[in-house]
């Protein structure tokens, strides 16, 4: 079974930073397309960032500056590193997985997904 656990989240006052690290496992499908996504109380799930199998990043536009997403696909294991944090990014942050060809940037595109790890700025 397709298995992604998420970790690294916690409550940080502005400013702070974290570093967020998502591991999966089960994964046969080779250097998959993975991303990371956050869900605030109310609001729907945005995309944060993507990596493809080549290692190629992409940004919501939203988030360029203060988040970077690090890892290799090849080997299930993707970061998020956050900076400047802001009350405004408190939510859930979730770790998924394409196992299909392409890199989307819709959450509904991405298949596997993790429990996700919460991250409270105040």
């Known amino acids: 079974d397709v298995q992604l656990v998420e970790s690294g989240g916690g409550s940080v006052g502005a400013e702070g930073s974290l570093r967020l690290t998502c591991v999966g496992s089960g994964i046969t499908y080779r250097d998959p397309c993975m991303g990371w996504f956050r869900q605030a109380p109310g609001k729907e799930r945005e995309r944060i960032a993507t990596?493809?199998?080549?290692?190629?990043?992409d940004y919501a536009p939203s988030v360029k500056g203060r988040f970077t997403i690090t890892g290799e696909t090849a080997k299930k294991v993707l970061y998020l590193q956050i900076d400047s944090l802001k009350p405004s990014d408190t939510a859930m942050y979730f770790c998924?997985?394409?196992?299909?060809?392409?890199?989307?940037?819709?959450?509904?595109?991405?298949?596997?997904w993790g429990q996700g790890t919460q991250v409270t700025v105040s």
């Open positions: 990596m493809d199998g080549y290692g190629r990043t």
């Open positions: 998924a997985v394409r196992l299909n060809s392409g890199c989307p940037i819709l959450p509904r595109d991405f298949s596997e």
